[in-house]
């Protein structure tokens, strides 16, 4: 291999693993907020119908129960299409890193 592709190979490789630390961050960040919203959730199918109360920056404002459910059950779906959506990234870019280091690997040896 020569030098230049094997440094060019080897700027690809970090530029995907910097990729990858960014994928895994985001989906840490979606499961934590997903978790919250489920969580969310369930505690507003405790209460009874009525009004309820969402935090809005540092203020309560009221809202009633079955729209704010509606609200939260739409937040949880599109989550769990964002958390998909990154491990499906999250995967392709580990299957690249995989398949670069193997290139790497038999160009050396």
């Known amino acids: 291999m020569e030098n230049e592709d094997a440094q060019q190979m080897l700027m690809e490789m970090q530029k995907n693993q910097q990729q990858m630390q960014?994928?895994?961050q985001q989906k840490e960040e979606t499961e934590s907020e997903l978790q919250e919203s489920k969580k969310?959730?369930?505690e507003l199918e405790k209460k009874e119908?009525?009004?309820v109360y969402r935090q809005v920056g540092n203020i309560l404002v009221a809202k009633d129960r079955d729209k704010l459910g509606d609200e939260l059950e739409e937040r949880v779906e599109d989550l769990e299409v964002r958390k998909k959506r990154l491990s499906k990234k999250?995967?392709?870019l580990q299957s690249q890193l995989e398949e670069a280091?193997?290139?790497m690997m038999q160009q050396q040896g």
Request: aromatic share 0%.
């Open 49 to 51: 119908e009525g009004e």
């Open 22 to 24: 960014q994928i895994v």
């Open 101 to 103: 280091q193997q290139q």
């Open 90 to 92: 999250e995967e392709q």
């Open 40 to 42: 969310a959730l369930k």
